[in-house]
């Protein structure tokens, strides 16, 4: 390795060593930014030989970041995202482009509904959308802006409420209670819960049990029973007809939906403006 050189290497080669750290290869950082492949180990090997470290270590099934590289990476990527944020605040135009991650279900059921109000308020601004098919998939999600359950609380993340989490007894129009029930799996608050602050002690059988609310709520639409089902993930239906809610107690959690994004994301002015208009929209 050559000699180090003083001061900050050349900002193309920056840019394609945070590429290939993040994206895991020379390949992928390649497409991203339509080079030879040739081409970005060529100017990964003058950063290296400016900086007189190896970041990679090339091996015959690819590369991999060194330690030296993998310290050296966060400092690149932060340094560029603050780079980009104050130039756009500076000298750019507003936000074109709006890109949210989340649960397909939550997509369909949050962003959708709301899709109209906010592009009467930004008509100039594309919206994307990332579906993930977990919860725990977002926090690799590359993605930075995304919709949330649960608590609130993200490390490093700050989150806003889109709308609390209520759980109501839902069926199709014609489906009474004593329908079998349709159960839902995981961290919400189910029947039993429902059940004692009910004073509903004698339950009717289940019938079916997904892992999934989404699933769920279709099941009572096609009039397979009676759901504990979400009112933010049901409101299309409710409103629509396709669903209604059962004359029995509500059941209310701790939990809710987010609007989250890392804590550095959202300095810029423009950029927080965005999110406050699509923040509104999403609260109808």
Known sequence: MAGKKIGLPPLDWLRVFEAAGRLGGFSAAAREFGLTQAAVSQRIGNLEAWLGRSLFVREARGVSLTVEGESYLPLVQDSL??????????????PRALRVAALSSHIHALVLPCLARFQETRPNVRVMTDSVARRSSLDEERTWLQIRYGRGAWPGRDAVLIADEVLVPIAAAGVCW???LIDVRGERPGWQDWSVKADQPELPQSSVSFDSMEHALTAARLGMGVALGSVPLASDGLQAGRLHRLDLPDLETK????LTWPEERAKSKKQRALIDDFLQALRG
Request: glycine share 14%.
């Open 178 to 180: 004593g329908a079998p």
């Open 255 to 258: 939990d809710g939906y987010w």
């Open 81 to 94: 995202q603050a780079l980009e944020r104050n130039t756009e605040e500076l000298f750019g135009k507003s």
